[in-house]
């Protein structure tokens, strides 16, 4: 059974740091297209940082450019999202999510690509 379980969120302070992680089983990142999403109350899943598994190319949406690394552990089947600066405009529910055949920009502009998510960690950014 393919499962994908999210872990790392937490309630931090603006400017800190926090990285998440998403660990996959009944399947290898090999072949998948995976990424970040998150969603705030009232707002839409939205994409934030997607690798394509393949070749580590990678896409990250425009707010969180040189403030996030997306990374993944093949060989522990787990993907990272490392987070600087955080924000307030940070905060919601991460998921992970994942498909095939897509690429790391394509997959991250529809959330609606997915076809397997995780339960979502909550990340809360505030003072």
């Known amino acids: 059974q393919v499962q994908l379980v999210e872990s790392g969120g937490g309630l931090v302070q603006p400017g800190d740091s926090l990285t998440l992680a998403c660990t996959a089983s009944g399947f290898s990142l090999d072949y998948y297209a995976i990424g970040w999403f998150r969603q705030a109350p009232g707002n839409g899943r939205e994409g934030v940082s997607c690798?394509?598994?393949?070749?580590?190319?990678?896409y990250y949406t425009s707010s969180v450019k040189d403030r996030f690394t997306i990374s993944k552990d093949v060989s522990k089947n787990t993907v990272y999202l490392q987070m600087t600066g955080l924000r307030p405009d940070d905060t919601g529910v991460y998921y992970c999510?994942?498909?095939?055949?897509?690429?790391?920009?394509?997959?991250?502009?529809?959330?609606?690509?997915?076809?397997?998510w995780g339960q979502g960690t909550l990340v809360t950014v505030s003072s």
């Open positions: 690798i394509t598994s393949s070749d580590d190319s990678t």
């Open positions: 999510g994942t498909s095939l055949p897509y690429t790391a920009d394509y997959l991250c502009r529809d959330a609606n690509r997915a076809t397997t």
